[in-house]
């Protein structure tokens, strides 16, 4: 995680001393929320909220096209129901590495962007109390089986970002493109209840508020 970090800091220095002289570099800080969904064939999940904020480096690329890429912490939940119709929360922690080709609209007021988000994330979290229960959808799986989900994934980001030059408003959504669930698959002990492999993708929908400096 750490190597990441570093990393992303260099590439934004290397960047900024490339190109600060013409105004093209903005670096952006960010906060808001998030909702988490999980799109699976062997379980029905209710999404849930969380949060999300990093920073960024927006600079010119060519004409109406402009280049943004910055790192996100986020960190948020989705549910799924035990035989005895408790709701159990899952937390997902994660952090993401994102490079977005953003098209100029209006120039320091409207963009459309998309691009590929690498994410690092560990294992999904619950509360110790509900590491046992079995879940309503597939009860040959305990909600503490589920939590060992695949560490690297690679989603595609979509979003709108509006505002004025130094404060703009981002709404994105981010769909991952690879199984989620795939580490589960490798365990020969887990079993779904219609012999299927685990399968699953995520959702990420976030609204943010971004001070540029």
């Not at 080709?101 to 994410?119: A, C, D, K, T």
């Not at 999904?124 to 989900?149: F, G, H, Q, R, Y």
């Not at 989620?180 to 887990?190: E, G, S, V």
Request: aromatic residues 12%.
């Amino acid at each position: 995680m750490r190597k990441l970090i570093f990393l992303f800091c260099m590439i934004s220095t290397v960047a900024i001393a490339q190109h600060g002289h013409k105004d093209s570099n903005h670096i952006g800080i960010s906060a808001g929320v998030s909702q988490l969904s999980l799109f699976s064939d062997q379980f029905n999940a209710t999404p849930g909220q969380g949060f999300i904020g990093g920073f960024s480096l927006r600079g010119n690329y060519y004409n109406n096209w402009q280049a943004v890429y910055g790192m996100h912490f986020s960190q948020s939940t989705f549910s799924l129901e035990s035989v005895t119709n408790k709701e159990i929360d899952f937390t997902m922690e994660a952090v993401q590495i994102y490079f977005c080709f953003s098209y100029r609209v209006i120039e320091n007021h409207l963009n459309l962007e998309i691009g590929p988000v690498l994410q690092v994330n560990g294992k999904l979290k619950i509360d110790k109390e509900d590491e046992l229960a079995l879940l309503k959808d597939s009860p040959l799986v305990t909600a503490n089986d589920l939590t060992d989900i695949t560490k690297i994934n690679g989603n595609l980001y979509a979003g709108l970002t509006a505002g004025i030059k130094h404060v703009r408003f981002h709404v994105s959504y981010q769909y991952g493109f690879n199984n989620i669930m795939n580490n589960l698959n490798k365990n020969n002990d887990l079993k779904t209840l219609n012999g299927e492999k685990f399968k699953g993708n995520i959702g990420l929908l976030s609204a943010m508020i971004t001070v540029y400096l």
